[in-house]
């Protein structure tokens, strides 16, 4: 695979970033494609996805109903671009459809409330089950956005991203370090995503509305961007903070094996939007998963 090793790291370095990332096909043989896959990388948004498979366990247990309402006062929610937090008025929604606007859109503001009701310690004992020694979950936004603020020695959060997005300042915050941040491998995140694709984590029920959702995510600005075809699904979950902007996702063609793919990078740069680098994303994400497709057996 090294030629197509090199390969994906061309693109990192043409896009002026970082990356690390794994791929592997959801065939039980273990092939994979890896650039510096097993190196420990910040997760993230990327987090709302084992919390999200946490709830869905939780779903099963019988311990939450996913139907029971909830009621949030957005001005009480922890900031974020989307979701509650953009709204006015107190929402009321089911626990379920909390889960999906926070796996959808990336709701922070879900997310927190999402973690609230499953707790840090169910996450915990998911990635723990599932052998996952090195991906952690230290807390939710709020408590990362804390982190900032302090880092940053600023006074609000809005404060904090606009000092994040200075190109002028070396900011050495602990978002950036995986030692300090919540944090996982590329490797653990494609055995994550083949856990739960294969139907050994959760319920057939339950791992078919973890499909359906991450189906519908709204950003299609990275690895989807590089799979426009009719007929191919892209089921993923994207994060971002500052210069670190990641994504993983499992690409289903028709009649062929599903491949896990999980993408992370660092730019170089600290500017908001960064196209070349979500381009990246999806150009690295695009080389892996084709040399990784296989038509299904018998198919």
Known sequence: ???VEDRI????????CSGWLHARRCDGTGTEISVDGRARVVIASVYKLPLFVAFCRAVDAGRIDPAARLTITPSDCTPGPTGIAVMCDPVTMSRRDLSISMMTVSDNAAADVVLGEVGLGAVEELLADLGLTETRV????ADQHRGLVRDTDTHT???????LADNDEAWSVSAYDPSYASATTPEEMTRFLDAVWTGAVLSAEQTEFVRTVMRKQAWQHRIASAFPHSGVSVAGKTGTIGV?????AVVEFPGEYPVAVAVF????RADPMLPVVDAAIGEAARIAVTELRRPLLGA
């Open 9 to 16: 790291r061309a693109v990192f370095a043409d896009a002026g």
């Open 265 to 268: 990078t660092r730019a170089a």
């Open 138 to 141: 230290l807390g939710g936004t």
């Open 1 to 3: 695979m090294s030629a």
């Open 244 to 248: 670190i902007r990641n994504e993983v």
């Open 157 to 163: 959060t809005a404060e904090a991203f606009a000092a």
